[in-house]
Nanobody, 127 residues
C-alpha cells in the first residue's frame, strides 16, 4: 500500500519558520518526482515546490522563492520543505505529492500530474 504521511504543520507568527516532512511508504521514492502543494480555504490547490527524482533539480512558485527550500532523503524515503520568513498568506493545508519518473511530463505545478497524495498538514501563520 502506497502511503504518504506529512508532519510538521503548526501555528506560527509571521516571520517564523517551520519544517514539513513527508514520509513515503510502499514506493521507492528515488524513482519519483516529488512536490509540495498547498490549498487555502476557497482557493485552488497550488504548486509550492518540486524536486526531481535524484534531487538535482528544483522548482518553486514565485511567491516562495528565497524563503522555502525543498529537499529529499531517498535513503529515508522522506521529502522535506523548510519554510522561513513565513507570511500570513502562506496559511494553508500543505500536501506532498509524487509521480513516477516514467509517468511525469509536466508542468511541475499541475496537480493532475501527480498520482499519489498525502493527507495534508495545516500551516497557520498569524500576523
Amino acid at each position: 500500500t502506497v502511503q504518504f504521511l506529512e508532519s510538521g504543520g503548526a501555528s506560527v507568527e509571521a516571520g517564523g519558520s517551520l519544517r514539513l516532512a513527508c514520509a513515503a511508504s510502499g514506493i521507492t521514492s528515488r524513482n519519483y518526482f516529488m512536490a509540495w502543494f498547498r490549498q487555502a480555504p476557497g482557493k485552488e490547490r497550488e504548486g509550492v515546490a518540486q524536486i526531481s527524482y535524484r534531487g538535482g533539480s528544483t522548482f518553486y512558485a514565485e511567491s516562495v522563492k528565497g524563503r522555502f527550500t525543498i529537499s529529499r532523503d531517498n535513503a529515508e524515503n522522506t521529502l522535506y520543505l523548510q519554510m522561513n520568513s513565513l507570511k500570513p498568506e502562506d496559511t494553508a493545508m500543505y500536501y506532498c505529492a509524487a509521480v513516477h519518473l516514467f509517468q511525469y511530463s509536466g508542468p511541475w505545478s499541475a496537480p493532475a500530474e501527480y498520482k499519489y497524495w498525502g493527507q495534508g498538514t495545516q500551516v497557520t501563520v498569524s500576523s
